[in-house]
């Protein structure tokens, strides 16, 4: 029988390392420029978005192109209605969540007719069309159009914390730190349990989990809700964070950075969703300090680097690290 404490739920090393990364991320803001906070904020909403991609893409095998398009109706849900509502900012984003999960879900049932390559061109469509959409005339008193919509930050409900000083930007990272810890929660739960298995089932043997009984049209669907429900609460966090949205800012390229943090991070992991985000908000702005001239080229280097030496992904090296590294059992 194995012995991995990194798989093993019932050895004490992984939940000694998971509190004290949870420390960690506590003391963070309070040791860095209100700008890395916002930085590590955006971390945290692209892990959110990273873990629903994978829901869908990882475990259920659909393949999506198009979930920059979900990122932006979990933004502009949020955004209109802080703007137009009033409404607080922490009610808006189970609101966009549940959007977000009926608006994947009901894509999904027409995309269950169209399987690998050409489902990705149809979400593909679906990132190229909706910037469009949001920047049209007749839903400008929404929208905002081309210009968008600003919205106010939130101000933080206690000046103090701990008795350090507790300003927007860290109040925001602390208030987005949890709803990741909640959605990581929901996927491990997920992932771990019944749909989960089902849905590796469908991905791996698909006619044979049909004849076993599981409703594969049903968790296919599921799965794209789900996936987009993940996203949307990302895509209202980083409303909330930026307080700004636009059509230009939810493009195609978008949903193709977020198909590439997934992969970087490592498909079917959990953790590898939050290297996978670091990859994301940090590795552009690294490729452009090296070459102000040709910074996408520095990336796509980098990229090819990346994928080169870990094929399986920032989640799947450590894990062979970790591996090779531990001591056998006797």
């Known amino acids: 029988m194995s012995t991995n404490l990194a798989s093993n739920p019932s050895t004490p090393l992984p939940w000694i390392r998971l509190v004290l990364g949870l420390a960690a991320a506590c003391a963070l803001p309070f040791f860095i420029t209100n700008y890395h906070v916002f930085q590590a904020s955006m971390v945290l909403t692209y892990a959110i978005a990273l873990v629903g991609l994978n829901i869908l893409i990882g475990y259920s095998g659909q393949i999506s192109l198009g979930h920059g398009a979900f990122l932006a109706i979990g933004a502009y849900t949020s955004a209109i209605l802080m703007d137009k509502v009033d409404m607080p900012y922490w009610m808006t984003i189970p609101i966009a969540a549940a959007i ?20 990705a061109l149809a ?9 469009q959409l949001l920047k049209f005339k007749h839903l400008e008193f929404l929208t905002g159009g081309v210009q968008g ?8 409900p206690w000046p103090m914390l701990f008795g350090l000083k507790l300003n927007s930007d860290r109040w925001l990272y602390f208030f987005t730190l949890a709803i990741t810890v909640v959605m990581f929660v929901i996927g491990w739960n997920l992932i771990r349990g019944r749909v989960g298995r089902a849905l590796i089932a469908i991905r791996d043997q698909p006619i044979a989990a049909a004849s076993m009984g599981i ?3 049903l968790y296919k669907s599921l799965a794209f809700g789900v996936s987009a429900m993940f996203t949307g609460v990302a895509g209202a966090l980083s409303a909330i964070l930026v307080a700004f949205v636009a ?12 198909m590439v943090g997934m992969v970087i991070g490592g498909v079917t992991s959990l953790p590898g969703a ?22 996408w080229a520095i990336y796509g280097i980098m990229l090819i680097l990346f994928m080169y030496t870990m094929p399986t992904g920032i989640a799947g090296a450590l894990r062979l690290i970790g591996d090779k590294i531990r001591p056998s059992p006797n």
Not at 123 to 131: D, E, G, I, N, Q
Not at 149 to 156: A, L, Q
């Open 123 to 131: 979400t593909f469509a679906l990132a190229v069309s909706l910037p």
């Open 274 to 295: 939050l290297y996978g985000a670091i990859f994301i908000q940090f590795i552009p702005n690294i490729a452009d300090q090296i070459s102000k001239a040709a910074p």
């Open 149 to 156: 919509i600003v919205i106010m930050k939130p101000e933080p």
């Open 100 to 119: 977000c999960l009926v608006v994947g879900f009901l894509f999904g049932l027409p995309a269950l007719r169209l399987e690998g390559h050409y489902l």
């Open 215 to 217: 409703n594969t049209s």
């Open 247 to 258: 059509p230009d800012s939810f493009t195609v390229f978008l949903s193709i950075t977020l």
